[in-house]
């Protein structure tokens, strides 16, 4: 059993090696020229381990895909648990969140990008990114949906909610676009004043 546990979490840990691997070189080269040499020698693992976990290349990239939207989902369930049940605070936290430093960096954003490029063609990275997307939007709409309700605002829950996604995609657009000038702190002040110009009842004093 012990052995079996041991053996266990080895095969983990260099799949969590290959997946950084592949997340890092996948931001530098894209998917056509990314090879499994290039994961391997980043992971500091031989090409016959990659081969061993992932039988091919696309199942490998379809398992860093997975990885960084559960990544995701993970980090956004807990923002919005510890905002408790306040939705001034849910939708605060959820900003917080899509640019904090663990979820918004360049390589996996870059990474994100790159993915949705694809889903056009690839089937497997439609349905995961559709998944990441449509409880990303179920959860904003329902949060929008009491601030409107409270704010005697008519405007359409799912118009507002997005308006907000794609607020936020564009924004992280612009860290792969310009890295140099692009900003965190600005970048969530741009949020917080579409969520203030929309409820300006509820925001009054919080933001």
């Given at each position: ?155 359409s829950k799912k118009n507002i ?12 657009l612009d860290q792969l676009e ?30």
């Amino acid at each position: 059993m012990k052995q079996r546990n041991i053996r266990s979490e080895n095969k983990k840990n260099s799949n969590l090696k290959l997946i950084s691997s592949t997340i890092k070189n996948l931001s530098k080269k894209g998917i056509n020229e990314l090879t499994m040499q290039d994961v391997s020698e980043g992971a500091g693992l031989s090409q016959g381990i990659v081969n061993f976990h992932f039988k091919s290349k696309e199942l490998l990239l379809i398992e860093t895909l997975r990885f960084i939207s559960n990544e995701y989902l993970n980090s956004f369930q807990k923002s919005i648990i510890k905002a408790d049940k306040d939705p001034r605070k849910k939708i605060i936290a959820i900003i917080e969140n899509d640019f904090s430093k663990k979820i918004c960096t360049r390589e996996k954003i870059s990474v994100w990008f790159t993915f949705f490029s694809e889903i056009k063609y690839k089937p497997a990275y439609h349905q995961i990114c559709k998944e990441r997307d449509l409880y990303y939007q179920i959860i904003t709409e329902n949060i929008f949906d009491e601030l409107l309700k409270k704010e005697n605002n008519k405007l359409s829950k799912k118009n507002i909610s997005r308006g907000f996604q794609a607020l936020i995609m564009g924004l992280w657009l612009d860290q792969l676009e310009d890295p140099d000038t692009f900003n965190r702190i600005q970048s969530k002040k741009i949020c917080f004043e579409f969520i203030k110009s929309n409820f300006p009842k509820q925001f009054k004093n919080i933001l």
